[in-house]
């Protein structure tokens, strides 16, 4: 078993849908909990963090953190065709050194139809 | 700030042949990260550098793989006696100051061993 789990998909929804990406993970170490977006040969782009249990919000994107079920969210209001991209969710567990180094899933590949 | 670059941002190489990879990550991160990204998978790690100090290597970074980061400002990744397995995007991040374990991405290398 993968210490994350992210389901591939592909996930594609209708413009202006709430989109609904979703990881777990078995390492109750992890305490950082980061959602990046990654369009098609390009680097990742960090989209949300959380530390811990709880909700953030930023703009159209909502990030969920439930530790005691070892699973993490993100929410898309009002989905566009920019959203069109990959979602990685990445997590990371202090390890020394300031050492924060992440593990990923294997990401959700999302496309957002006009 | 100009985010983190890399360069090249691709390479194509013949097998056996030796190539290397340069980071220059935002300027006043001093935490420097190496992942390797295959396709449909998410970025693995490979090395973790805090300043000039190179703290962590997985167990991915074969004997073949050495990465240093003088005087803690650029890094660079050689890859000697290339694979075709070591085909993948490489990719550099960067954190620091207050945003400890908010890692910002590079665009990558996409290399190519034929």
């Known amino acids: 078993q993968k210490e994350v789990e992210q389901d591939p998909g592909p996930l594609s929804v209708p413009e202006g849908a709430i989109v609904s990406l979703n990881c777990t993970y078995s390492?109750?170490?992890?305490?950082?909990f980061m959602w990046y977006r990654q369009y098609s040969r390009k680097g990742p782009e960090l989209l949300m963090y959380?530390?811990?249990?709880g909700n953030k919000e930023d703009g159209r994107f909502t990030a969920q953190v439930d530790k005691s079920s070892k699973y993490i969210s993100l929410f898309i209001r009002d989905s566009q065709p920019s959203d069109s991209a990959t979602y990685l969710c990445?997590?990371?567990?202090?390890?020394?050194?300031?050492?924060?180094?992440?593990?990923f899933g294997k990401g959700t590949l999302l496309t957002v139809n006009p | 700030d100009t985010g983190v670059s890399q360069d090249p941002r691709h390479k194509i190489t013949k097998r056996g042949q030796n190539v290397t990879f340069r980071c220059d990550p935002i300027s006043e991160h001093n935490r420097l990260y190496w992942y390797r990204q295959t396709l449909g998978q998410g970025p693995e790690f490979l090395t973790y550098?805090?300043?000039?100090?190179?703290?962590?290597k997985s167990r991915l970074l074969s004997d073949r793989f050495s990465a240093e980061r003088p005087k803690g400002s650029f890094s660079t990744l050689e890859i000697q006696r290339t694979e075709q397995g070591d085909s993948a995007m490489y990719l550099c991040?960067?954190?620091?100051?207050?945003?400890?374990?908010?890692?910002?991405f590079g665009p990558g290398t996409r290399l190519t061993v034929t």
């Open positions: 990445a997590m990371s567990a202090y390890s020394g050194g300031s050492n924060y180094k992440l593990t």
């Open positions: 991040a960067s954190s620091g100051g207050g945003g400890a374990y908010e890692q910002y």
């Open positions: 959380t530390y811990s249990s």
């Open positions: 390492n109750s170490a992890f305490q950082y």
């Open positions: 550098f805090q300043n000039e100090a190179q703290l962590e």
